[in-house]
Nanobody, 121 residues
Framework: QVQLVESGGGLVQAGGSLRLSCAAS????????MGWYRQAPGKQREVVAD???????NYAESVKGRFTISRDNAKNTVYLQMNSLNPEDTAVYYC???????????????WGQGTQVTVSK
């Protein structure tokens, strides 16, 4: 009913930057919170950053000052600008959206397919 398509992952050297994008489409009435999670090998998925529909943001301590989350409500798109990347940021990054569906008014969580971010030393 809602699809999230991520782009922008890849391989970068330590100290470099990447920008992730996630576009939502489908039976969307309202996208409430959008966010980014990540999962490194052997670890649980963790929240990286999220942003409400009015622009309030929340960041994991490990990325504060380095990552910036933003969204374009007109395009149903969320972005994650990642600067000063280090090898500990290596993970699969997943987009998440809390969506109120058009037609039913039901609210549900949706996930993207994930995009790999690899930071080399």
């Amino acid at each position: 009913q809602v699809q999230l398509v991520e782009s922008g992952g890849g391989l970068v050297q330590a100290g470099g930057s990447l920008r992730l994008s996630c576009a939502a489409s489908g039976r969307i009435l309202v996208i409430n919170t959008m966010g980014w999670y990540r999962q490194a090998p052997g670890k649980q998925r963790e929240v990286v950053a999220d942003i409400t529909s009015v622009g309030s943001t929340n960041y994991a301590e490990s990325v504060k000052g380095r990552f910036t989350i933003s969204r374009d409500n007109a395009k149903n798109t969320v972005y994650l600008q990642m600067n000063s990347l280090n090898p500990e940021d290596t993970a699969v990054y997943y987009c998440h959206a809390d969506v109120t569906l058009r037609g039913t008014g039901f609210r549900d969580d949706y996930w993207g397919q994930g995009t790999q971010v690899t930071v080399s030393k």
